[in-house]
Antibody
């Protein structure tokens, strides 16, 4: 059974840094792109970043480009999001999601999600 | 690519047929998914490739459309279907979601 579990959320001051982790199990991690998606309180979903299965490509939404870095360790079945220069508008639940593409075949979209980690940016 | 969902909310009764539309600002072929989200929970994939039902999802859910206009239909609304629904495209970056449609009990 596929499991994704985020950790590392918490309260941080504006301008501070935080690192989120996502532990994956139940599937061949190195066969999938992996993504981070966030949801501000009471708001909709926003894709943040994703990284190719072999780590050779990564993409970001404009609002976090240059401040956030996505990484992965296929040996540890783990995905990470380093968040620097945090702003109040980064306050959200951050979800780790599998996808949107497998190493072969059609898109799998975001077929599995973790329960989310809350990041609060406030002084 | 902007995804515009309508309506943003609706009230319906158990047993009603409900349709939600998602319009893309440019053509995205069939590279669209629908998700269901309940309060405090992660989203759940319902439909992918515009019309393919994800494994384990009840057959009362269906999707249609291609290009710029898409529809999610619930043929007979059940109590567990009251939730917020989002469309999402993977045609091009940035990957985007629609603004959501909240389905409430009438």
């Amino acid at each position: 059974e596929v499991h994704l579990v985020e950790s590392g959320g918490g309260l941080v001051q504006p301008g501070g840094s935080l690192r989120l982790s996502c532990a994956a199990s139940g599937f061949t991690f190195s066969n999938y792109w992996m993504s981070w998606v966030r949801q501000a309180p009471g708001k909709g979903l926003e894709w943040v970043a994703n990284k190719k299965e072999d780590g050779s490509e990564e993409y970001y939404v404009d609002s976090v480009e240059g401040r956030f870095t996505i990484s992965r360790d296929n040996a540890k079945n783990s995905l990470y999001l380093q968040m620097n220069s945090l702003r109040a508008e980064d306050t959200a639940v951050y979800y780790c999601a599998r996808g949107p593409w497998p190493i072969f075949g059609m898109p799998n979209y975001f077929d599995y999600w973790g329960p989310g980690a809350l990041v609060t940016v406030s002084s | 690519i902007q995804l515009t969902q309508s309506p943003s909310s609706l009230s319906a009764s158990v047993g009603d047929r409900v349709s939600i539309t998602c319009r893309a600002s440019q053509g995205i072929s069939s590279l669209l998914a629908w998700y269901q989200q309940k309060p405090g929970k992660a989203p759940k994939l319902l439909i992918y490739a515009a019309s393919t039902l994800q494994s384990g999802v009840p057959s009362r859910f269906s999707g249609s459309g291609s290009g710029t206009d898409f529809t999610l239909t619930i043929s007979s609304l059940q109590p567990e279907d009251f939730a917020t629904y989002y469309c999402q495209q993977v045609n091009s970056y940035p990957l985007t979601f629609g603004g959501g449609t909240k389905v409430e009990i009438k």
